[in-house]
């Protein structure tokens, strides 16, 4: 059994509840525009730390982060990457992918809208942490929380980061 913190989109911003809110996980996963590396070596320094690049990340993020990030973890199949799309409207740079051989749990950023839903056409759980950070358009920063746990996910708690 592996407790997650999932987030997305800090764009170079650093908030101290990460840390309280990912204390008790066993790792912390970044779907993309992390923004910095010294963001990036805060939270390796946390925890065991995956993660992507994106759109904004400069060449210092994307030659320590790959585009895609695929493994396997408690049995569970895990695809990242930060431009993804959601079932039904899913990017092309990674629908090919997706349907050639569809991860259990699909995990996109990009678009600052927290979204969790499951796509019944491939049988995959999507998932999109909303943003974390302060630069966009969102009104609420969001983390997610999940347990995979012998092929299984579940426990999803979903975090608003709301100011101090």
Avoid at 31 to 53: C, H, L, T, W
Wanted: hydrophobic share 35%; proline share 4%.
């Amino acid at each position: 059994m592996k407790k997650i913190g999932l987030l997305s989109d800090t764009h170079s911003y650093w908030d101290e509840r990460y840390i309280k809110h990912f204390n008790d996980c066993d790792e912390v996963w970044h779907a993309g525009d992390i923004g910095s590396m010294e963001v990036a070596q805060k939270f390796e320094n946390f925890k065991p730390f995956r993660a992507v690049f994106g759109n904004i990340d400069g060449q210092d993020l994307k030659q320590h982060y790959p585009e895609v990030n695929r493994f396997t973890l408690e049995d569970v199949d895990v695809l990242i990457t930060h431009i993804g799309g959601y079932p039904g409207r899913y990017d092309s740079r990674i629908r090919s992918t997706l349907f050639a051989k569809p991860p259990k749990l699909f995990i996109a950023g990009h678009s600052h809208i927290l979204k969790v839903m499951f796509d019944k056409k491939i049988q995959c759980l999507h998932m999109n942490p909303g943003a974390a950070g302060k630069y966009g358009f969102h009104k609420v920063r969001t983390l997610l929380r999940f347990v995979l746990d012998a092929g299984n996910i579940r426990d999803l708690e979903v975090i608003e980061l709301n100011e101090k």
